[in-house]
């Protein structure tokens, strides 16, 4: 999978090098690029944002440098060979105001032909930032990430007023081969930059939950992880995915129980016997049951929605001892 992230932040993504996400693109499932929004921008002091029309607090991401960035990113595509020809640049200044970097009047083609700057490509064969001019020209991806790249990405927008991030989601995501994540800050990114893309890609604002970050890096670390994890080889042991919390399938609208490891007794607490009994009927059993007191006790909402035609027996009865009874209509034998 090759994802592609535009942010005026890019060491946000530091901890993409990390763990099973790290590992991943050493091994050539994740191909990441980030790339630094403000290098497509005009003016000297690289701006990015500007006052909001109608009037209002905070500042908006401006069109034009979102388009240009984005129009570069799915436009270097098109060039199969996808030379690395440089890192982001920094933008000016660490925080969020008008900095006062030096800025390109106009988007340099790179070796590549591509208009803008390269990115920083971390992905199958390198893990650190590129610097400027130090990549040869000629250097070219693995034939497999570029042999695999589609003709257009699909695009996410995270934003607290967009749709909620879920398994679901994830999972659906983890089936593209190609995602492009658009990082803003402020109050937004102009709406006209998601209108102008869904005319061409699939664009999904997206929300990871009902709260406000400072912008939408984090949402996209969340994300990439809850994505990269689920594709291929990712995880040593494919089950879990099957086992996770919220899993489509029979953890649907589920939340998982405790999980116990050695010693079976650690300062009086008991590891359930069950658990150490070899049974694996049992075992299952009592999983499903710690699954449901789970999400009866944390989840009630979930509860409420669990299908009831997914209920066996032995789950309605616990479910009525938790006084969470399901309407015996909609029972499925
Ligand atoms: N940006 C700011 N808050 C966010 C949230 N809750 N989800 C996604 N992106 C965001």
Excluded at 72 to 77: E, L, N, Y
Excluded at 130 to 159: C, D
Excluded at 193 to 200: Q, W
Excluded at 259 to 269: A, F, N
């Amino acid at each position: 999978m090759r994802l592609d992230i535009i942010s005026i932040f890019p060491e946000y993504f530091a901890p993409l090098d990390v763990s099973l996400i790290g590992k991943a693109r050493e091994r050539g499932t994740l191909d990441v690029r980030v790339h630094q929004l403000r290098d497509w921008a005009y003016d000297v002091h690289r701006t990015v944002d500007d006052t909001p029309y109608g009037g209002g607090p905070g500042m908006v991401m401006k069109p034009e440098v979102w388009g240009e960035a984005i129009d570069a990113v799915i436009g270097a595509s098109a060039i199969p060979s996808g030379a690395r020809s440089g890192g982001y640049a920094q933008g000016p200044g660490e925080d969020e105001g008008r900095g006062e970097g030096e800025a390109r009047a106009t988007p340099q083609p790179s070796a590549t032909g591509s208009v803008g700057p390269q990115p920083v490509v971390p992905g199958a064969d390198a893990q650190t930032t590129v610097e400027p001019g130090t990549v040869e020209p000629g250097t070219v991806e693995p034939a497999t990430v570029a042999s695999r790249t589609p003709a257009l990405p699909r695009m996410i927008v995270p934003t607290p007023s967009g749709r909620p991030f879920s398994q679901e989601l994830a999972q659906e995501l983890a089936q593209e081969p190609w995602l492009l994540f658009a990082c803003g800050r402020y109050e937004g990114i102009d709406s006209r930059v998601m209108e102008e893309y869904s005319g061409r890609l699939r664009v999904d604002e997206v929300s990871i939950g009902d709260y406000v970050l400072a912008g939408g890096e984090v949402a996209v670390l969340v994300m990439v992880e809850a994505v990269g994890r689920l594709l291929p080889g990712v995880l040593g042991n494919a089950q879990s995915v099957v086992d996770d919390s919220f899993a489509p399938g029979s953890m649907e609208n589920l939340v998982e129980g405790p999980v116990y490891t050695k010693p079976p007794v650690w300062r009086g607490h008991e590891v359930p016997a069950v658990l150490l009994s070899g049974h694996h009927g049992n075992v299952a059993r009592w999983r499903r049951d710690e699954a449901l007191r789970r999400t009866v006790r944390n989840r009630p909402e979930l509860a409420a929605a669990l299908d009831p035609a997914k209920l066996d027996k032995h789950d309605r009865k616990l479910l009525d001892e938790l006084s969470f009874r399901v309407r015996r209509k909609d029972v499925a034998n």
